[in-house]
């Protein structure tokens, strides 16, 4: 039987967990940083993640297509990446690379929902 497809409850639920782990954290990864292009990345990442996040919802979240799905386990394994980096408390360094990669998924799912749209 195959796997069922997300929802748009379920996408708006993961990208608000990304931002959400974003703005929650921003204070302690900020504190954290060692130089000033770490900090950059941690403000940068809480942007790109509002930005998919808004982007998604005003692209609306109910199309189906491939690509979205894709787009939205990608998401789903990199949040989880971060969680588990946030658990074993890695260092800054790997965490921003795992940041980054969920939030760059983020915006891949905006991107993907977008052409959707367009294509409608």
């Given at each position: 039987?195959?796997?069922?497809?997300?929802?748009?409850?379920?996408?708006?639920?993961?990208?608000?967990?990304?931002?959400?782990?974003?703005?929650?954290?921003?204070?302690?990864?900020l504190a954290d940083t060692k130089s000033d292009e770490e900090a950059f990345?941690?403000?940068?990442?809480?942007?790109?993640?509002?930005?998919?996040?808004?982007?998604s919802v005003r692209a609306g979240l109910s199309s189906n297509a491939d690509q979205i799905e894709k787009a939205f386990k990608a998401l789903?394994?990199?949040?989880?990446?971060?969680?588990?980096?946030?658990?074993?408390?890695?260092?800054?360094?790997?965490?921003?690379?795992?940041?980054?990669?969920?939030?760059?998924?983020?915006?891949?799912?905006?991107?993907?929902?977008?052409?959707?749209?367009?294509?409608?």
């Amino acid at each position: 039987m195959p796997k069922a497809k997300s929802s748009a409850s379920d996408r708006q639920a993961e990208l608000r967990k990304n931002y959400l782990q974003a703005i929650e954290n921003r204070e302690s990864d900020l504190a954290d940083t060692k130089s000033d292009e770490e900090a950059f990345v941690v403000l940068a990442n809480v942007s790109a993640a509002r930005d998919a996040l808004l982007r998604s919802v005003r692209a609306g979240l109910s199309s189906n297509a491939d690509q979205i799905e894709k787009a939205f386990k990608a998401l789903q394994a990199a949040n989880q990446n971060v969680e588990e980096g946030r658990r074993r408390a890695e260092k800054l360094v790997v965490l921003l690379n795992k940041l980054t990669s969920a939030t760059s998924s983020a915006a891949d799912l905006a991107k993907a929902l977008e052409r959707a749209k367009k294509d409608k």
